[in-house]
């Protein structure tokens, strides 16, 4: 009756584990809020990344305008040091050479002329024209105004382009006056507010670009000698379209940008550059204030289209979608195996429907009965092998994740894929292992001269970890079954390597005749196992250790009984669950199975 009710709890047990369960479906969901956190922070991380290089972009427009302001300085500053390096008044022939030995057209794109602008009071007007009018007879000074003085534009090339500029008086605009005399009081180079050239047709946003030079050469230290001594400006007149065109190429431009001076808008790339894309809903913006010669700049930048064309998110989609795939996998494995179970229940409930049946008549159908056997031997390899395919295909997909994403997986995300490439590998192991057990075979063997300290040695050698693991085996030949034996010794050893708590240990084979048995221990320097455990230790699927620190399926104890068992010997095991663990082994002489 007792055992009636107790087969009956195990068919419970079989039928509810053919089911999906609470705990299945729970794993499945932190799979899944596992993948989209992994999808989440790469799509972070590469947002981050995408804003770093919009900002590197952004900071390169700025710095090539100021980089390029510089050169355009020294350039003036060159001419100043040239003014200062004549002995007298500079002429008209001797600065046209000097400007065209830079180059400047060719050596400095961007620049729309290079000139002398002097300083010149009421008193010293008729002496300044008649001066110019021997090299020049017909410059004029214009147009005419109010203030006490004059800043007429003496000397600019290249001439052509330049014409108009000739003799023109700055002073007779605010912007241009005003600048020129800030350069003069502060002795620095100095750029005007937005103005408009009057050599430029399409009247365009323009500047002009000061440096000031002073009597007797070098700059006055107070404001009142700068003043006094003031000579003149060199200066440099700049259109911004042909400015920006000769600082910035087209080619790889990912961001488009206007530059304000206060509320004038000096340049606009929209407006002035046709290559470039305008993306209406734009990635990223920024807003860059720099100063610059006296003025503030406003830098307005924003990514454009060939930005957005450039600049993707498939590493996190590629995660996303492997994510989902394994996750796929896994409720596939889960809902395989509950079928399996039930397939595998059902087939074992005909199998006990025709073994009940043939039970009856054992007396007339032993080869039946063996059919029966050999049929749940084969059940056991098919249940086994249909069961490892899935389990390979999650373990290789695993595997594909990790070194696809290796490098924008976060840590935790690696650790996770490490621990279920881990948990596939130990359930092949355990697989392989449960098949193995089905199918040994427990039929009679005859006795075999076996060398013990031989039989061991080879063992050793084919295992892992047999370089850091001595054996000592006395040298002596016994009669005993080989190949059931060979199992025995193999499985005692490797459970000695494999549960020893320290890379290297000693192993020690003893033997002695003992009445009618052989007596075979093998003893080893790890870890004990409390006596409480003893008995349970030799049960199938049982482990003292997590399954995380040890490889192993629980089922080397087992097997060992199984066999000895057979042969109608004892196994026990010999411990204080300290240091040390002795196997101790009782196998007939006469080797005969039940």
């Known amino acids: 009756m007792d055992d009636g009710l107790n087969n009956n709890e195990k068919k419970n047990k079989l039928v509810r584990a053919s089911k999906m369960h609470t705990v299945h479906w729970l794993i499945v969901l932190l799979s899944v809020i596992l993948t989209f956190s992994a999808w989440y922070y790469s799509q972070s991380q590469q947002s981050q990344k995408l804003e770093i290089q919009f900002e590197r972009e952004a900071e390169k427009v700025v710095h090539l305008v100021k980089e390029r302001m510089t050169l355009y300085e020294n350039v003036l500053w060159g001419g100043v040091a040239y003014i200062d390096a004549v002995e007298t008044d500079i002429t008209y022939k001797q600065w046209s050479t000097y400007s065209n030995s830079l180059q400047i057209d060719i050596n400095y794109p961007g620049i729309n002329g290079f000139g002398v602008i002097h300083n010149i009071q009421p008193e010293n007007v008729d002496s300044y024209l008649q001066k110019q009018h021997q090299q020049r007879p017909n410059y004029q000074m214009h147009p005419s105004h109010s203030h006490h003085e ?12 330049n014409q108009q500029a000739i003799g023109l008086d700055i002073a007779f605009e605010n912007n241009r006056y005003s600048s020129i005399k800030k350069a003069r009081d502060s002795g620095d180079a100095l750029l005007t507010a937005p103005i408009i050239l009057v050599q430029d047709d399409k009247q365009s946003p323009g500047f002009l670009f000061y440096t000031p030079f002073y009597k007797e050469g070098a700059k006055p230290k107070t404001l009142e000698q700068r003043r006094e001594l003031i000579e003149g400006v060199t200066y440099a007149p700049f259109i911004m379209e042909k400015l920006m065109k000769g600082i910035l190429e087209k080619s790889n431009k990912y961001v488009s940008f206007q530059i304000w001076d206060g509320t004038d808008l000096l340049f606009d790339d929209h407006l002035n550059d046709d290559a470039i894309k305008i993306d209406k809903s734009p990635l990223f913006n920024q807003k860059i204030e720099t100063d610059l010669y006296g003025r503030t700049w406003t830098f307005l930048i924003q990514s454009n289209i060939s930005f957005r064309q450039n600049t993707t998110l498939n590493q996190s989609s590629v995660i996303l979608i492997g994510g989902l795939i394994i996750d796929g996998f896994l409720l596939i494995l889960f809902l395989f195996l509950t079928k399996a179970n039930r397939q595998a229940l059902k087939y074992a409930e005909k199998m006990t429907a025709e073994l009940k049946e043939k039970t009856k008549h054992l007396e007339k159908s032993n080869i039946d009965l063996e059919k029966s056997n050999n049929d749940l031997e084969q059940f056991s390899y098919v249940a086994s092998h249909d069961l490892k395919s899935p389990l390979n295909a999650i373990e290789q997909l695993a595997s594909w994740i990790e070194e696809d994403c290796e ?5 935790e995300s690696k650790e996770h894929l490490a621990l279920l490439r881990q948990r596939s590998k130990r359930m092949l192991k355990l697989l392989d292992d449960l098949l193995d057990y089905s199918r ?3 039929t009679t063997a005859s006795n075999d001269k076996v060398n013990l300290a031989e039989k061991a040695q080879d063992i050793l050698s084919l295992l892992e970890s ?16 080989q190949l059931p034996f060979e199992i025995v010794l193999r499985n005692l050893i490797s459970n000695s390597i494999k549960h020893h708590d320290k890379p ?13 048995f052989h007596e075979i221990s093998l003893e080893d320097d790890g870890p004990g196992i409390p006596k409480a455990f003893h008995d349970k230790a030799m049960e199938m699927f049982q482990t003292l250790q997590s399954r995380d620190k040890v490889e192993g399926s629980g089922m080397g104890l087992a097997m060992i009984k199984r066999i000895v068992v057979h042969y109608n010997g004892s196994v026990n095991i010999i411990s204080d669950g300290k240091r040390g663990t002795k196997i101790n082994i009782l196998w007939p002489m006469n080797s005969q199975p039940d």
Do not use: M, R
Request: aromatic share 10%; proline share 10%; hydrophobic share 40%.
């Open 407 to 411: 490098e924008v997986l976060p840590e």
């Open 150 to 161: 004059f800043w007429p534009i003496t000397f600019v090339e290249p001439l052509d382009s």
């Open 466 to 481: 047999n370089d850091n693991f001595s054996c000592l085996v006395p040298d002596i030949e016994i009669n005993i079954p």
């Open 504 to 516: 290297t240990g000693q192993i020690t084979i003893h033997y002695a005749k003992k009445d009618n």
């Open 440 to 442: 040994l075979n427990l």
